[in-house]
C-alpha cells in the first residue's frame, strides 16, 4: 500500500503537534522519550528519541503521556504500535480516560478549525467501539 492510499484510509485527521511525550512499554516496564510528531483521536506518530539499535516495538502495548501544559492537564492514551519505520512508530489507540478524551478533543477542535468535521470524527469513532 503506498502513501497515498493511508493517506485515503485515514478516518480522523492529524493534527500537527510536536511536543516530548512519555512512552511506557508494557509488561517490560521500558519507558523512552519521544518526540510526538502529530496526533488523532484514534491515536499518534512518535519519534522516538532514545535510540535502541534494531528495536521493533512493532505490537507491543504502551501508554503514551502528554503533558499539555505546566499544570496538571495531560493525555495519557493507552494504545498498540501498529506500525514502525526506524524510530518513527504509530500508536492506534485503544483506550483514553474521559479527561484525557476532553483535553484531545479541545487540542484537536483548536488546531483543526473546523467544528463539524471534528464532530463527525467523533461519531465515527463511536460506531467503532
Do not use: W, Y
Amino acid at each position: 500500500m503506498n502513501t497515498t492510499d493511508a493517506i485515503n484510509r485515514r478516518h480522523f485527521s492529524r493534527i500537527p503537534f510536536q511536543v516530548d511525550v512519555l512512552l511506557h512499554f508494557h509488561p517490560a516496564q521500558e519507558i523512552q522519550t519521544a518526540h510526538l510528531l502529530d496526533i488523532s483521536l484514534k491515536g499518534a506518530l512518535v519519534n522516538i528519541i532514545q535510540s535502541i539499535a534494531n528495536t521493533s516495538h512493532r505490537g507491543k502495548i504502551c501508554s503514551m503521556d502528554l503533558q499539555l501544559d505546566e499544570g496538571e492537564e495531560h493525555i495519557v492514551m493507552e494504545g498498540k504500535v501498529v506500525h514502525q519505520e526506524g524510530q518513527c512508530i504509530g500508536i492506534e489507540c485503544q483506550h483514553i480516560d474521559l479527561d484525557g478524551m476532553t483535553n484531545l478533543r479541545r487540542l484537536v477542535a483548536l488546531n483543526m478549525g473546523d467544528e463539524k468535521l471534528l464532530e463527525r470524527e467523533l461519531a465515527e469513532m463511536l460506531k467503532l467501539k
